[in-house]
């Protein structure tokens, strides 16, 4: 393993770059992941060109961060991983990771991607506190969460549509 704090020993997290624009456009246009992402409809190339020619802006400017899941010692890019929401002020951030594809999930990728940025938050950005919310049928997530260190410190009741019922959120929190 590398002294580089955004390196693992299964993944490392890296910043976006121009050539990343038709794995984002499909990975955000796919449907089956909407329900997570809270997506209502498609994004389209010239917006998503757009967002890559502006991602360099610090952190500090834009108030998020969204870096690739990248296989160690590859250039196989498996997710993404992002701060969303960052508060310099009271020093939180909002945290969501996708694994995209679906035979990459369940190996720990997204585990150790956690850990790495949960690092970098505490090491580098300074920050006190992170949080997400998850849908309370989104078992694995919740896992996976609570397995690095968060905790349920809430429930939404009836939060969140699903198409055909009303699903409760919960609210994780993590004190770094």
């Known amino acids: 393993m590398t002294n580089n704090i955004l390196h693992g020993q299964q993944v490392f997290l890296r910043a976006l770059e121009p050539e990343d624009l038709e794995m984002l456009y499909k990975w955000e246009n796919d449907t089956e992941i909407w329900n997570v992402s809270e997506t209502l409809s498609p994004i389209s190339r ?5 967002y890559l020619e502006n991602v360099h802006k610090d952190i500090f400017a834009t108030r998020q961060l969204r870096l690739v899941v990248q296989l160690t010692g590859t250039d196989k890019a498996v997710g993404t991983i992002d701060l969303f929401d960052f508060d310099q002020f009271h020093k939180r951030a909002g945290i969501g990771i996708l694994i995209a594809e679906k035979d990459e999930r369940r190996k720990g990728y997204a585990e150790e991607a956690l850990q790495i940025l949960v690092r970098y938050c505490r090491e580098i950005l300074k920050i006190h506190q992170l949080y997400c919310t998850i849908s309370s049928e989104n078992q694995s997530s919740t896992d996976l969460f609570m397995k690095v260190g968060f905790n349920i ?4 009741k009836e939060w969140i549509w699903n198409g055909t019922s009303y699903l409760d959120e919960h609210f994780l929190q993590m004190i770094l």
């Open 46 to 50: 010239f917006i998503l060109k757009r």
């Open 153 to 156: 410190t809430g429930t939404r």
